[in-house]
């Protein structure tokens, strides 16, 4: 102005104010530029603050995370689509109201104590459910950190957070496959153990068949011997001497004995027969032949063997109902009456009274036989898994763990059942039930597969 004023000295006042007015407007002009091109650079900077602004919104809009900020009080200041289509609610109804609100009440208490965390400035994790239309929501894993203001101060939270319950079952079906998977690989790698064993058995059996079949005949010519020398010596004209040294060397003695000799190694000849073919059995090549069995005899002679081969001398009582029979293989059910009542000798053989009990007799149309005894018990966590093959309680020496195993094999061919369990006053109970009617014998390898 002093500059304008400079200028315009020595002209005539009129020239002066003219000027002056003149160099007004051109500063007037100047400014308005400037306001223009201020306006313009605004309208530039708002535009691209909108453009910033959408792409936030588009991509928190489009994020499948749910997405919530909240205040130090826990208020709801924004949030996401995601949010809104879990709890079902408008924008509108959720700003300004307390994110516990919308927290199932179990969950609430962790949730405001894992947002104090938050907003005093460590991140969080937890796993919440929100209330929604149909109840509560899936299970949520949420991470909650604090949120800051322009000046750096902490103002709220920020909680986002992801569905995983669908994530959680697959994680939970996978489990159980793969504890199906160990199952399943444990029962084949028993096959393929019980495969070899009956390759193995079956080898053994089919050399035993030869010497077996060799003491067959044996004894078929001895007893033949045995009648041509007793009628022999019978008919023969015998002397004053020979009567001194057939008495000398007991020869009708000998001879009235050797009936019962021959009866003996004809029957053990006939039960190692029958042990191989049960051996034999071990490969599950072929159905057993049935028979009409005596249940009670079978049981009496059972309880002879076993007794035989122990020190333990335990009193056997047995009940039986007259007349019960089924169709089965003899020497299969022999085999399973011997193994329970051989394994009742050894659970009561630290008993100081030991007492064994065998019961037969008809129940709802089937055979049914009853093997107790007094002795420890069966502990409750093996009561499931006393049937599987090479599982045993005894100690390392005594037993293979294949005894109930074919025994249950045995019984479950016949058509049967086996089941055991502890008695109410001490002891263990193994009870089997036979169908009467004839029915044949299930392959072994047919009931497995």
């Given at each position: 102005m002093i500059d304008l004023l400079s200028e315009s000295a020595g002209l005539p006042e009129d020239a002066q104010t003219e000027n002056m007015w003149l160099e007004v407007i051109h500063k007037v002009d100047e400014v308005y530029s400037d306001l223009i091109r201020y306006e313009s650079d605004l309208e530039i900077k708002n535009a691209e603050l909108e453009e910033a602004q959408q792409f936030i919104s588009s991509v928190i809009a489009s994020v499948s995370d749910i997405l919530v900020v909240c205040d130090e009080k826990g208020r709801i200041l924004q949030v996401n689509p995601a949010f809104q289509r879990i709890t079902g609610l408008s924008e509108s109804k959720l700003l300004g109201a307390s994110l516990a609100d919308f927290l199932i009440?179990?969950?609430?208490?962790?949730?405001?104590?894992?947002?104090?965390?938050?907003?005093?400035g460590e991140v969080t994790e937890c796993e919440l459910r929100f209330l929604a239309a149909g109840g509560a929501s899936d299970?949520?894993?949420?991470?909650?950190?604090?949120?800051?203001?322009?000046t750096g101060r902490r103002v709220g939270a920020v909680l986002t957070g992801r569905p995983i319950g669908e994530l959680k079952r697959a994680y939970e079906a996978l489990h159980v496959?793969?504890?199906?998977?160990?199952?399943?690989?444990?029962?084949?790698?028993?096959?393929?153990?019980?495969?070899?064993?009956?390759?193995?058995?079956?080898?053994?059996?089919?050399?035993?068949?030869?010497?077996?079949?060799?003491?067959?005949?044996n004894i078929h010519t001895l007893d033949k011997y045995r009648g041509a020398l007793a009628e022999y010596l019978e008919k023969s004209s015998v002397k004053t001497q020979d009567d001194a040294l057939r008495r000398r060397y007991r020869i009708d003695a000998i001879l009235a004995d050797l009936p019962s000799l021959i009866d003996g190694m004809m029957d053990g000849a006939v039960r190692i027969s029958d042990i191989v073919r049960n051996l034999r059995r071990l490969s599950f090549s072929r159905p057993a032949e049935t028979q009409r069995v005596d249940l009670e005899r079978i049981a009496r002679t059972a309880a002879n063997w076993a007794a035989r081969s122990k020190k333990t001398r335990a009193e056997v009582s047995f009940d039986c109902e007259d007349g019960v029979a089924v169709d089965g293989h003899e020497g299969q059910i022999h085999q399973v009456l011997v193994n329970l009542i051989d394994n009742a000798f050894d659970a009561t053989k630290e008993v100081a009274a030991p007492r064994i009990g065998v019961a037969i007799r008809k129940a709802n149309g089937r055979a049914e036989i009853i093997v107790e005894d007094?002795?420890?018990?069966?502990?409750?966590?093996?009561?499931?898994?006393?049937?599987?093959?090479?599982?045993?309680?005894?100690?390392?020496?005594?037993?293979?763990?294949?005894?109930?195993?074919?025994?249950?094999?045995?019984v479950k061919e016949h058509g049967g059942s086996i089941v055991a369990a502890n008695r109410p006053g001490g002891g263990a109970t193994f009870t089997v039930q036979l169908p009467i009617n004839s029915a044949p014998p299930r392959d072994i390898a047919d009931e497995r597969r």
């Open positions: 009440e179990e969950d609430r208490a962790g949730a405001l104590q894992k947002m104090a965390e938050g907003v005093a299970l949520m894993a949420i991470n909650c950190s604090a949120r800051f203001d322009h496959a793969h504890l199906e998977l160990q199952q399943a690989q444990r029962k084949l790698i028993e096959q393929e153990k019980m495969a070899s064993l009956g390759r193995l058995v079956a080898g053994v059996a089919h050399e035993l068949n030869n010497p077996i079949s060799f003491i067959y005949g007094n002795g420890r018990g069966l502990p409750e966590v093996v009561l499931d898994k006393i049937f599987e093959p090479f599982f045993t309680t005894k100690v390392v020496g005594e037993g293979t763990g294949l005894g109930l195993w074919i025994s249950y094999s045995i």
